[in-house]
């Protein structure tokens, strides 16, 4: 008989094992690479901004601010998009977009294999389009570099795709830590975008990974908040329903300009004219929105800072909300290389300093409330904008604020929106992505609770043409049968596939089913087992019906495929059957869906 399934006691919370301590190790590693590859990234960045835009090799930040409008400032990124077009389409065309529905598109299809000129490609890319003016952040490049780093170290080992992921996803968050100094946010858009799955295997890694990556920050990039943020309400229920509110309008200027995103990338789409072009294109009408507001270019760091501080005058920040939309959505919709997350934040905060001038507070507290929200809206991470908003400025006391804020940002865009603004470019590829949790019903169930237990069976003792007969008669049979001796037990299954191959070969004399059949391949279910585990077992051996036994072997019952099909079925009803519970004899109103 087949091996018989785990005990209950056996069984635990997680199916992590020692093995978890090796790929901790190996993240150590991916963590240095990850805050290495955000401190490349920068420098590139800065480097390409001052080659462009003044003629000099210097690592300092370029303020776009300080910059006169000029011929100049139309043709850079123009340019710079002309680059980013050419290496797309002679390099790699993955280094278009802005990073993350990539990582994603690499972890769900492509067994979380990167190539090295992706690794390459990537920042270089993201420099040239944000140092030429491109009105981009960081944050999507690094993902997606610090992810090909992952997956390029991963694929030097003997792992699984479960296992490259797990590294690919570690390289991501360590090189988001690199760039912003915010490791718990990291984690949590780990959990919430990239892994798909919350469990230890992938969680320990990609926090040792990011850990070591905040560790290494301080010697690469320097310590303390990315924006430093003191100030604001105390939180009462005015100021929480009023995050509320403001969390609301992010949620609909979220939905508006993801749907203008699309709707410009189907527009690139219809031109008569190669994908290669397009970023030029895009190039050009972001330096003509430069000539307008040139605080609206490049990462725009210094300008989020300016929001915080309450330094921007409210026609500067709607001046600056109206530039920095048209551009980016245009820009992001030629498909050059650059991240979404900073110009969401200086969309978010400029809109919310907007507000802030009508709203107890001041601009920098709602700007801060308004970056959050924004991000979250958009990007469907509830948990992780509003950690990382107050890891970015030490402001920890402004968590429930940004919390309450966010929540209502993101009610309004899942209820708007069927997509983000990230699934929604891989839906475009033809790949659906569920972003819902859920614990796995066959986990949660014992085989006894799906099993049939009135079971047709064949006795052992029935000669082999008597069975040849049966599955070859004009009455509909089942595909196998269990069979089983004169005390119950099981000793065998008889299959119809088998039972014509004996006919075939004429292989079969005289002997019974439970003389020719052979129990040593026979595959039992255990009633206490969950169902998970022998649904395992039942894909491995390719089986559609199993026989159920107890601890002594007799027949219990049997569980086929269309008794896996009822879980799900069960599943589906406690979503969608309604019912007022403690008021049994009436019928109770039922709400809108």
């Not at 892994?195 to 690469?220: D, G, H, N, Q, Y």
């Not at 970023?279 to 725009?300: E, K, W």
């Not at 051996?541 to 002594?552: A, C, E, H, N, Q």
């Not at 896996?564 to 049994?584: N, Y």
Request: aromatic share 6%; glycine share 12%.
């Amino acid at each position: 008989m087949s091996k018989s399934a785990p005990a209950a006691h056996a069984l635990g919370d997680f199916t992590a094992d020692r093995r978890i301590l090796l790929l901790m190790a190996m993240a150590l590693v991916v963590g240095v690479g990850g805050a290495l590859g955000a401190w490349v990234l920068l420098k590139l960045i800065a480097l390409t901004g001052n080659l462009v835009w003044h003629g000099t090799v210097s690592s300092r930040p370029v303020d776009f601010t300080r910059i006169r409008p000029s011929l100049w400032m139309v043709l850079a990124p123009a340019l710079g998009g002309l680059v980013i077009g050419f290496m797309a389409r002679f390099g790699s065309e993955k280094i278009r977009g802005h990073g993350i529905p990539e990582a994603i598109e690499a972890i769900l299809i492509g067994g979380s294999r990167m190539s090295p000129k992706v690794a390459l490609l990537k920042p270089l890319s993201s420099a040239i389009a944000i140092g030429s003016g491109g009105p981009f952040g960081a944050e999507g490049p690094i993902i997606m570099t610090g992810g090909a780093l992952g997956s390029l170290f991963a694929q030097l080992f003997h792992l699984s795709a479960a296992e490259r992921k797990t590294l690919l996803v570690a390289g991501a968050a360590a090189g988001m830590t690199g760039v912003f100094g915010t490791p718990i946010a990291a984690v949590l858009l780990a959990v919430e975008l990239l892994l798909f799955e919350w469990k230890p295997r992938s969680f320990l890694p990609v926090t040792a990974a990011v850990m070591t990556s905040i560790a290494c920050r301080p010697f690469l990039l320097g310590s303390g908040p990315l924006f430093p943020f003191s100030g604001g309400l105390e939180m009462s229920p005015t100021t929480l329903l009023l995050c509320v509110g403001v969390g609301i309008v992010a949620g609909l200027q979220s939905g508006l300009f993801t749907r203008l995103l699309y709707a410009a990338e189907d527009g690139f789409a219809r031109l008569p004219v190669h994908w290669m072009w397009w970023p030029a294109i895009g190039g050009l009408f972001v330096g003509l929105g430069g000539l307008i507001d040139p605080s609206a270019l490049g990462v725009g760091y210094n300008v989020i800072a300016d929001l915080l501080g309450g330094r921007l005058p409210m026609g500067e920040a709607e001046r600056l909300l109206l530039v920095k939309a048209a551009i980016w959505i245009v820009a992001l919709a030629s498909g050059t290389s650059g991240g979404v997350l900073a110009p969401l934040m200086m969309l978010g905060g400029a809109l919310g300093a907007i507000e802030g001038h009508w709203l107890a507070g001041g601009p920098a507290f709602w700007a801060l409330i308004g970056m959050s929200a924004m991000m979250r809206g958009t990007m469907r991470a509830p948990l992780t904008g509003a950690l990382f908003a107050a890891e970015l400025t030490g402001d920890f006391h402004a968590l429930p604020a940004l919390f309450a804020a966010g929540a209502a940002a993101y009610a309004v865009t899942v209820l708007l929106l069927k997509r983000s603004i990230l699934t929604e470019k891989i839906a475009r590829r033809g790949l659906h992505i569920t972003r819902e949790y859920s614990t796995d019903p066959f986990q949660l169930m014992r085989v006894r609770e799906v099993m049939v237990e009135a079971v047709d069976t064949l006795p052992a003792s029935m000669p082999v043409d008597e069975a040849v007969a049966l599955f070859t008669g004009d009455e509909a049979r089942h595909r196998s049968y269990p069979v089983v001796d004169e005390t119950n037990r099981v000793v065998g299954m008889a299959h119809r596939a088998e039972i014509l191959r004996w006919m075939a070969e004429g292989t079969h004399g005289p002997e019974t089913l439970g003389e020719t059949l052979s129990a040593e391949a026979l595959l039992c279910g255990h009633p206490e087992e969950t169902v998970a585990h022998l649904v395992e077992r039942m894909i491995e051996r390719d089986l559609g019906r199993v026989p159920i036994v107890d601890d002594s072997g007799h027949l219990a019952g049997l569980v086929a495929r269309k008794d896996l099909l009822h879980v799900h079925a069960r599943q589906r009803s406690q979503e969608t059957d309604r019912e007022a519970v403690l008021l049994p004899g009436r019928r109770s109103p039922v709400l809108p869906r």
